[in-house]
T-cell receptor
C-alpha cells in the first residue's frame, strides 16, 4: 500500500494564480482532512471530509475549496493564491475523525 | 473547537537528559493522541490514551493521561539524537457532531545536543 500520497512536493505560485493540491489514499478510509503548518502555529485544520460527497470547514477554511467525489481522493483548491497561503500542507486520512491519522508527505507551497 | 495548550514550545537538551512535554485542556477530553514529526517530515502517530490516569510506555517514552482527563504528558528518558523533532498532542474535537475531528496542539520542538 502506498498509504497517503500528495502531489506536488513543492510549488511556487504568483499571487492570484490558482492551483490544486492532490491527495489520495489507498486504505479505504472514510475520513480525510487537510492541514496547514506554519512556524509556531502547529497544525491547523483547513477542511475535512467524513466520506464521499461530504465535506466541512475546519479552523482556517478561507481561500480554500475542497470536494470529495471518491473515497480515495480529496483535492484542495486554491482559487486565488495569496502570500499568506505560503505554508506546508498536509493531507491525512483515517477510518474516523477521532482515530489514528495517517499523514501524507506534505506539499511545500510558496506564494510570491 | 477544542483548545489545548502545549508547553514548552521549545526544549533544548543534552543527549542523555530527560525531556517532558505537557498538554493542558480547559475541558475534559474523551481521549488524546500523540504524534511525532521529524524535521522535514510528516506527523506520525505514536499513541492514544483513553482512560483516566492511563500510563503507557514505549521503550524510553512514557505517556500519561491525567485523572481528570484534562491534561496529558509525554516523558522521554535519556534522550537520544533520534528523538529530535516536534511532538504534538491531539485531542478529538467533536464540535457538536458525531463525526469528530482531530485538533493539534502547537507542538513542542525538541532539540538534542550530542
Amino acid at each position: 500500500n502506498a498509504g497517503v500520497t500528495q502531489t506536488p512536493k513543492f510549488q511556487v505560485l504568483k499571487t492570484g494564480q490558482s492551483m490544486t493540491l492532490q491527495c489520495a489514499q489507498d486504505m479505504n478510509h472514510e475520513y480525510m482532512s487537510w492541514y496547514r503548518q506554519d512556524p509556531g502555529m502547529g497544525l491547523r485544520l483547513i477542511h475535512y471530509s467524513v466520506g464521499a460527497g461530504i465535506t466541512d470547514q475546519g479552523e482556517v477554511p478561507n481561500g480554500y475549496n475542497v470536494s470529495r467525489s471518491t473515497t480515495e481522493d480529496f483535492p484542495l483548491r486554491l482559487l486565488s493564491a495569496a502570500p499568506s497561503q505560503t505554508s506546508v500542507y498536509f493531507c491525512a486520512s483515517s477510518r474516523a475523525g477521532w482515530e489514528t491519522q495517517y499523514f501524507g508527505p506534505g506539499t511545500r507551497l510558496l506564494v510570491l | 473547537g477544542q483548545q489545548v495548550m502545549q508547553i514548552p514550545q521549545y526544549q533544548h537538551v543534552q543527549e542523555g537528559e530527560d525531556f517532558t512535554t505537557y498538554c493542558n485542556s480547559s475541558t475534559t477530553l474523551s481521549n488524546i493522541q500523540w504524534y511525532k514529526q521529524r524535521p522535514g517530515g510528516h506527523p506520525v502517530f505514536l499513541i492514544q490514551l483513553v482512560k483516566s490516569g492511563e500510563v503507557k510506555k514505549q521503550k524510553r517514552l512514557t505517556f500519561q493521561f491525567g485523572e481528570a482527563k484534562k491534561n496529558s504528558s509525554l516523558h522521554i528518558t535519556a534522550t537520544q539524537t533520534t528523538d529530535v523533532g516536534t511532538y504534538f498532542c491531539a485531542p478529538p474535537d467533536a464540535g457538536g457532531t458525531s463525526y469528530g475531528k482531530l485538533t493539534f496542539g502547537q507542538g513542542t520542538i525538541l532539540t538534542v545536543h550530542p
